[in-house]
C-alpha cells in the first residue's frame, strides 16, 4: 500500500488573532492496520514522522466497525475523522 497524505488547516483565535496552523499526516496501511503519522519539522528544517494513531478497524457513521478496503477509503476516512 502507498503512503496516504492527508493535509489539515486550522483556524483558532488567539486573543485578537487568527491563527492558521497546517499539519501534514502520513499514513499507510500495514496488515490491515493503519498508521498515522503527523510530520514534524524542527527549525533546521529536518522532517521526521512522529506517531499519533494506529487504527485496526474503520469506525462507520452507525457505530459499527469495518475493515480498511484500501489506500482511498482510509483517505476519506481521515478526512472527515481527523
Known amino acids: 500500500m502507498a503512503d496516504i497524505t492527508t493535509i489539515k488547516t486550522i483556524d483558532h483565535l488567539e486573543g485578537e488573532e487568527t491563527v492558521t496552523m ?4 502520513v499514513s499507510r496501511i500495514i496488515d490491515g ?38 489506500d482511498n477509503d482510509a483517505a476519506a476516512w481521515l478526512d472527515t475523522n481527523l
Do not use: C, H
Open 33 to 70: 492496520i493503519l498508521f498515522v503519522n503527523i510530520l514534524s519539522t524542527d527549525d533546521l528544517g529536518n522532517t521526521q514522522e512522529v506517531p499519533v494513531m494506529e487504527q485496526p478497524w474503520k469506525t462507520n457513521p452507525n457505530g459499527s466497525r469495518s475493515a480498511w478496503i484500501d
Open 22 to 25: 497546517t499539519m501534514t499526516y
